[in-house]
């Protein structure tokens, strides 16, 4: 009996890290220890049952929270979705970015890029690279996400019917190329990411790219693309869950993969966005005075470590400033002609691309703790914004009997405003918590620095004695950041 339960003991081991009968025997580390164990179960003196061992005490399979199945299916998708929420409401300042940064851009990349990490799943597959599964079992698994994604993509969209940005037709939300994309790239990352976490980095880069081409596009809100983005994860992950149940190890190559020894040294690629803010009013001319103290930024971020401590690295990202609107109305209820037209005004955020490097610097706190630093140097393109005011035409008739025009409203740009391209500085900390040896969630802070030339241009009928040439000053533009970031270690 006592032979019998060192026996099963052994095969709980096995089952808990996977491990072939013949490697445990082989593990020179393990089999003296099993056998000291064995010796004194056999040593006791006393009947068994009398002397029971309690199993529940060697609780091989607990896990924590992030080691929990349902945890890893929905974890990834419910970040996306949760991200896809909170840009609901500001999902036309983000179009605004793009019409101001590449209004005229139109290619198709998208509409094959997204196919990119299932075919080279296949291809690997097909040229004898062994994955997670053999083909037959890969394609099964393939099969229920494409179905799965479609299920939850058209139902949504044809239940929604949110109008593309582009006015075109009423099924943007969510979006189904980008649901395509990681649906693949979530393949390709189950069936070699084991292998290699290069190919998981390649798949989920080739589908970002297709995200953000459907946005350049100008074929779907930024929402549209996270919460696809969401829904391709999910699908490939709940099919996954469910194939692996009905089909067991059928198939499966795990225990014949070649183990892949994660590197010691912090390298990372990531995604990030966040809060941004002044403590002081980013737009200073004499007589244009609105309020520009608070926005958002977004972008990626990666370094290569030399070693545990040291790398290099960069960011590229997009910051948006809007304008406080209340403080253009209040200089405009300062001028009584132009608060008798019941003047409607349309502002467009203050915006820059940023693209630095420099060295970072990393320290681990502990296993799952790392606070890292970075002192950036680079380059910042700014984008041009108006402010445009719109006057009722009824009221304008009314207040001049000779004034007609058909259309019902008038649109004049009061002002306009760019911060010319210069360089830039950047220094800032992140303190990450890693969820396991591929992934981090990390909470950064940021200081921005760059004093660039602020051009202004002016409506000279509206504001008396300005000259409608442009007005340059340079002054500085400074402002922190705050926010997360989404780390896949390689």
């Known amino acids: 009996m006592r032979l019998i339960y060192c026996l099963y003991i052994l095969k709980l081991v096995q089952q808990h890290y996977s491990i072939s009968a013949y490697n445990m025997i082989n593990k020179t580390f393990f089999l003296p ?35 929990k199945e349902s945890v890893q299916i929905a974890f990834v998708p419910t970040l996306f979705f949760g991200a896809s929420a909170i840009t609901w409401h500001s999902r036309e300042n983000v179009r605004e970015i793009r019409n101001r940064y590449t209004p005229s851009f139109k290619n198709h990349y998208d509409d094959y890029l997204q196919y990119a990490p299932a075919a080279a799943t296949f291809g690997l ?9 053999d083909l037959k079992r890969s394609a099964i698994s393939y099969a229920t996400s494409i179905a799965i994604m479609a299920a939850l993509v058209n139902g949504i969209k044809y239940t929604a019917k949110v109008e593309r940005p582009d006015h075109s037709t009423r099924n943007s939300f969510p979006s189904g190329h980008t649901s395509m994309a990681f649906t693949n790239a979530t393949f390709l990352h189950k069936e070699y990411g084991l292998v290699n976490p290069s190919y998981s980095i390649a798949a989920y880069g080739a589908s970002t790219m297709t995200g953000i081409g459907r946005s350049l596009n100008n074929r779907h809100w930024v929402s549209d693309v996270l919460a ?10 709940l099919a996954y869950f469910f194939i692996d149940r009905i089909y067991g190890n059928k198939g499966d190559n795990l225990s014949i993969l070649p183990s892949y020894t994660a590197s010691e040294k912090p390298s990372f690629l990531s995604a990030k966005i966040g809060y941004a ?26 370094a290569y470590f030399f ?12 910051t948006s400033f809007s304008i406080n609107r209340q403080s253009v109305l209040d200089e405009a209820e300062e001028d009584e002609s132009l608060k008798e037209l019941d003047p409607n005004f349309i502002t467009e ?9 420099g060295p970072y610097y990393s320290l681990d706190l502990s296993k799952n703790w790392n606070l890292m630093f970075k002192g950036l140097i680079g380059y910042s393109i700014g984008a041009k914004g108006n402010i445009d005011v719109r006057f009722n035409s009824a009221i304008l008739q009314e207040m001049d009997p000779d004034f007609n025009i058909e259309e019902d409203e008038i649109t004049i740009k ?17 303190l990450t918590y890693n969820i396991n040896e591929q992934i981090g969630i990390s909470l950064y802070s940021d200081f921005h620095h760059s004093k660039p030339i602020m051009a202004y241009s002016f409506d000279e009928d509206l504001f008396d004695g300005v000259d409608a040439e442009e007005v340059k000053s340079r002054h500085q533009l400074n402002y922190f950041s705050i926010g997360l970031n989404l780390k896949a270690y390689f």
């Open 277 to 302: 803010f002044s403590n002081q009013n980013l737009i200073k001319e004499e007589d244009f005075n609105p309020t520009i103290q608070r926005g958002w930024e977004a972008g990626l971020e990666g």
């Open 307 to 318: 070693n545990k401590s040291w790398g290099l690295g960069g960011q590229f990202s997009i």
């Open 33 to 67: 220890y099993f056998l000291i164990f064995c010796q004194i179960v056999f040593s006791q003196n006393t009947d068994y049952n009398s002397n029971q061992l309690e199993l529940s005490q060697y609780n091989f399979n607990e896990k924590n929270f992030w080691d």
């Open 414 to 430: 009061l002002a306009s405003y760019k911060p010319l391209n210069t360089f830039k500085l950047t220094g800032g900390m992140s």
């Open 228 to 237: 696809g983005a969401g829904i391709g994860i999910l699908s490939t992950q």
């Open 349 to 357: 955020s203050l915006g820059t691309m940023n693209f630095l490097i």
């Open 125 to 133: 597959k097909l040229s004898g690279v062994k994955g997670r599964n």
